[in-house]
């Protein structure tokens, strides 16, 4: 069974849509991330949630919303896509808080805005 | 904002050659951890090495971190066609972990 899945796989979607993405663990971990990894393939933290609590929330555009109903989901919806939201968004989760901690991957959804 | 620079940002080698890619760093850091990514695909974590740690091992991965120069290194021996991904440091002050923008290791058979 996948630790760390995300759907969909693809998302292919035009300038001013609204899309959502979702994300389930089945590890029992605690701490759940969304990460946007870029053209140049740089990882980027966008926001941390531990049992269901937002714990970071980086300089992210407020069209970004995360939602978790469950310690093993989080969910990330976003208001009019923008030409530059086109990217890969990866899942993760952790054990703990500490970020310190091994954090386990799903494998991502790339998005693209035309 | 980004922590971990790794170098290079691309590595050819033939397969059976080792392969060393750094990372460097600008703040003090608790630990860093180097992760693996093939294509279309997610993250794998491959190891740790805490601030307190000069050296560690495993397997055929050899990972060194010296934090006078703030950097670390990752050394695959004996690479093989699979070992082909690109490989990320992620450094961790006070628990927020960076990752860099890996490097791209491609091993030719």
């Known amino acids: 069974d996948t630790a760390v899945s995300q759907t969909p796989k693809y998302l292919v979607t035009q300038m001013g849509n609204d899309k959502s993405i979702k994300c389930e663990q089945n590890?029992?971990?605690?701490?759940m991330y969304w990460y946007k990894q870029d053209s140049k393939k740089f990882l980027k933290i966008m926001f941390s949630y531990n049992n269901k609590e937002l714990i970071i929330n980086e300089t992210v555009p407020n069209r970004f919303s995360p939602k978790s109903p469950d310690k093993a989901h989080l969910n990330l919806h976003i208001n009019s896509l923008e030409l530059g939201d086109s990217a890969v968004y990866f899942c993760a989760s952790s054990k703990g808080q500490a970020q310190a901690l091994i954090q386990y991957f799903g494998a991502g959804t790339r998005l693209s805005v035309l | 904002s980004q922590q971990g620079e790794e170098d290079p940002q691309a590595l050819s080698i033939q397969e059976g050659e080792n392969a060393t890619m750094n990372c460097s760093y600008k703040?003090?850091?608790?630990?860093l951890q180097w992760y693996r990514q093939n294509s279309g695909r997610g993250l794998v974590h491959l190891i740790l090495i805490r601030s307190n740690e000069r050296e560690k091992h495993s397997g055929r991965l050899r990972v060194t971190l010296d934090t006078s120069k703030k950097s670390s290194s990752l050394l695959i021996t004996a690479s093989r066609a699979a070992d082909t991904a690109s490989y990320f440091c992620?450094?961790?002050?006070?628990?927020?972990?960076?990752f860099g923008a890996g490097t791209r290791l491609t091993v030719k058979p």
């Open positions: 992620a450094t961790d002050t006070n628990n927020d972990m960076r």
């Open positions: 590890l029992g971990h605690d701490t």
């Open positions: 703040t003090s850091i608790n630990n």
